[in-house]
Every structure is written in structure tokens, then in C-alpha cells.
């Protein structure tokens, strides 16, 4: 069983940055895909960042490509959001996601841990 806890959100301006942070309990940390999701109310749950295990390849959701940045602490157990450049478009509640196994990384159906959520609110 793996759980996973999110902080780091935030209100923030546009233009600016925040970090988030996903730290997860559980062994074998190492061996997960780790993804971050978002989702806005009425909109479907949208891929933003996966990192996979080592060597900690990273993957990029086309509207966050360049801006985001993510990685993972395997000492920490921890995985990392860093978003540069933010836009009002994306503000959304922002959710971390583990799985072990699998080489899917965009599909939100494909993790089967969740963390609750912590909501990213960009102002114009």
C-alpha cells in the first residue's frame, strides 16, 4: 500500500512559480512511476509530469512543456513539481499519482494510487 501526501499549492501570480511536492509512505519508492495529474471542475483529469523510476526518465504534457519541471528524492520519497512561467489556464487541483509497473505514463486510469489533491490557483 502507498500513500501520498501533496503541499506546495498555492495562489500565485501569472508569470510566477510554485513547487509541489508529493511526498509518498511505502517501500520500494524507487521502483514507482510517479505522474502528476490536474483536473478543473467539469474538464477530464489532464496529464502534466511523470518521472520514472530509475534513471528517472521524464515525460511532459504538451501545455506544460518548458515550464515544468519534474523530478524525485529517492532518499526523500518524494516527488517534485516545479512550474515556471505559470498561466491563469493553469490553475486546477493538482494531483500526484504512483503505480508500480506499466510504461504508460499519460493515462490517468493506468496509476492506481492517488494523493487528495492540491489545488494551484494562477490570478491574471
Known amino acids: 500500500q502507498v500513500q501520498l501526501v501533496e503541499s506546495g499549492g498555492g495562489l500565485v501570480q501569472a508569470g510566477g512559480s510554485l513547487r509541489v511536492s508529493c511526498v509518498a509512505s511505502g517501500r520500494s519508492f524507487s521502483s514507482y512511476r510517479m505522474g502528476w495529474f490536474r483536473q478543473v471542475p467539469g474538464k477530464e483529469r489532464e496529464f502534466v509530469a511523470a518521472i520514472s523510476p530509475s534513471p528517472g526518465n521524464t515525460y511532459y504534457g504538451d501545455a506544460v512543456k518548458g515550464r515544468f519541471t519534474i523530478s524525485r528524492d529517492y532518499a526523500k520519497n518524494t516527488v517534485n513539481l516545479q512550474m515556471n512561467s505559470l498561466k491563469p489556464e493553469d490553475t486546477a487541483v493538482y494531483y500526484c499519482?504512483?503505480?508500480?509497473?506499466?510504461?504508460?505514463?499519460?493515462?490517468?486510469?493506468?496509476?492506481?494510487?492517488w494523493g487528495q489533491g492540491t489545488q494551484v490557483t494562477v490570478s491574471s
Open positions: 499519482a504512483a503505480h508500480l509497473g506499466g510504461t504508460n505514463y499519460y493515462t490517468p486510469t493506468t496509476y492506481k494510487y
